[in-house]
């Protein structure tokens, strides 16, 4: 006589299944080194993500506790997203489009570059940036004399590495009304000899990136989604964004809203007149995506165009200290300005002077304690 399998334990076994159902999800990863940068900087082994969010992290047994696609990490590191504390994202992406000068050895090699893009140009500017003349062997600024010759029609506009000084053609200074004779404060009109080598540096540069057309709205909004997916190929997922005209945050809002956008921005705000008066009458933007509460201030240059302010003389220019872009009164005011309307103030300082007198300020103030987080970009030299 056959004895019978008890049937107890197995409908109470289907039952315990049936009453724990496996969540369901988007993907589960395992097999991983996932750092997860809690306050014990936990390492795990798989993670659950669902709608794009990490709903749990653990051992490999989440694979049992929740149902979707699975990914074998093979062992391969997982970081969570990286956060550009300063960065020009949008001027990245816009960049894109032009004549690429980075990494230039010469300024031979510079003009052999424009020549090279300026056929495919689509633009009534030829627009260029990345050139260093620190990289050169002649490691003074070039002037603009091939360029006249080059292009005698067409402005040219090749921006310093750094965004600090331009480089641009007899056009560029025409359209501009640039002569030997112009002089603009917290800028230099580099003149040689009694003629306009081309350089402009700081507050100059304004004189004639003012009359650069604006590029489409179509345009850019390639351009954002290319630098995006550039950003994000190398694992950068949020960028602080050093200075954007209120049109750029909200084509960067739109963008996010609509879907087509999914880097984080933390947006500091261009501190002018227009932006001032509009954001402190409207206040800040907080979404999922975007962070608008701060105002980016520039108080001197660059150490590489010689802008920078310092409390002695550069030593490849006897006698020259650098120069601040606003006197102390106008700075005094926009910081306070900014302290009465809650944002924070987040200054471009490099040289030692710019942030001894920035940090002065900021003291006066703010007088003591507080968390409005202002903040010093850059800060490059300090005195000791």
Request: charged residues 25%; contains cysteine.
């Amino acid at each position: 006589m056959k004895s019978k399998t008890p049937l107890i334990p197995l409908v109470f076994s289907v039952l315990l299944f049936s009453c724990n159902p496996k969540e369901q999800v988007d993907t589960v990863f395992f097999n991983g080194k996932i750092y997860t940068v809690d306050s014990a900087f936990t390492i795990a082994e798989a993670m659950a993500v669902k709608d794009g969010r990490i709903i749990a992290v653990g051992s490999n047994d989440l694979q049992e506790k929740f149902d979707g696609d699975k990914i074998d990490l093979h062992g391969a590191p997982v970081y969570p997203g990286f956060i550009d504390a300063h960065c020009h994202f949008y001027g990245y992406s816009t960049d894109l489009v032009k004549c690429s000068l980075f990494g230039t050895k010469s300024f031979d090699e510079v003009i052999q570059r424009v020549k090279e893009y300026a056929p495919a140009n689509k633009f009534s500017w030829l627009l260029g940036r990345g050139w260093d003349q620190n990289d050169w062997e002649e490691k003074e600024f070039p002037d603009n004399a091939i360029l006249n010759e080059l292009f005698p029609d067409i402005p040219v506009y090749l921006m310093r590495i750094d965004g600090h000084a331009v480089l641009v053609n007899q056009k560029a200074l025409d359209i501009a009304g640039i002569t030997a004779e112009t002089k603009i404060p917290g800028g230099l009109v580099e003149v040689k000899n009694g003629k306009l080598t081309g350089i402009l540096i700081d507050n100059a540069i304004d004189s004639v990136k003012k009359f650069i057309p604006e590029f489409s709205v179509e345009l850019k909004t390639d351009a954002l989604l290319t630098g995006q997916q550039n950003c994000f190929e190398v694992g950068l997922t949020t960028v602080a964004d050093a200075g954007l005209e209120k049109e750029k945050i909200f084509l960067i809002d739109s963008l996010q809203k609509a879907g087509k956008l999914t880097m984080q921005v933390y947006a500091m705000i261009t501190c002018d007149d227009d932006n001032k008066q509009f954001f402190f009458k409207n206040g800040k933007i907080k979404t999922d995506k975007l962070n608008v509460c701060s105002f980016k201030v520039y108080a001197d240059g660059a150490l590489g165009s010689r802008g920078a302010c310092l409390l002695h003389p550069y030593s490849v220019k006897p006698g020259h200290y650098g120069f601040m872009l606003h006197d102390f009164e106008k700075l005094k005011t926009t910081a306070q300005e900014i302290y009465e309307h809650g944002f924070q103030m987040n200054t471009h300082c490099i040289g030692d002077s710019a942030n001894h007198t920035l940090l002065n300020l900021y003291s006066s103030v703010l007088k003591g304690k507080n968390d409005l987080r202002w903040r010093i970009e850059h800060c490059q030299t300090l005195h000791p």
